[in-house]
Nanobody
Framework: VQLVESGGGLVQSGGSLKLSCVAS????????MAWYRQAPGKQRELVAGASNSGGGITKYSDSVKGRFTISRDDAKNAVYLQMNNLKTDDTAVYYC????????????WGQGTQVTVSS
């Protein structure tokens, strides 16, 4: 499975960005898709995830709840991350992640896309 992210960039605090990730290869059986991020000097952390269990279950880190929304389009093998009310602390490289099972983190990673929030 190959994952390709897009949509990162520079935005002012309070602004919005939408990240996209498209899976190819053996993408037909992907069960879990998620977004992680890694800021300089910090560990990679889960931002949001979406699995196909129970009709669709999402999870979010406490720091983004109410501001970020993850969504999937399985027909396109895609996952999105709508990020609103961005803060400078959201500055990081954002990575798409996927797996054929409900597992965090999953086996497959994208190359990452930079999100920079200026004050």
């Amino acid at each position: 499975v190959q994952l390709v992210e897009s949509g990162g960039g520079l935005v002012q605090s309070g602004g919005s960005l939408k990240l996209s990730c498209v899976a190819s290869g053996s993408a037909f059986s992907i069960y879990t898709m998620a977004w992680y991020r890694q800021a300089p000097g910090k560990q990679r952390e889960l931002v949001a995830g979406a699995s196909n269990s129970g009709g669709g279950i999402t999870k979010y880190s406490d720091s983004v709840k109410g501001r970020f929304t993850i969504s999937r389009d399985d027909a396109k093998n895609a996952v999105y991350l709508q990020m609103n009310n961005l803060k400078t602390d959201d500055t990081a490289v954002y990575y798409c992640n996927a797996d054929h099972w409900e597992r965090y983190p999953g086996e497959f990673w994208g190359q990452g896309t930079q999100v920079t929030v200026s004050s």
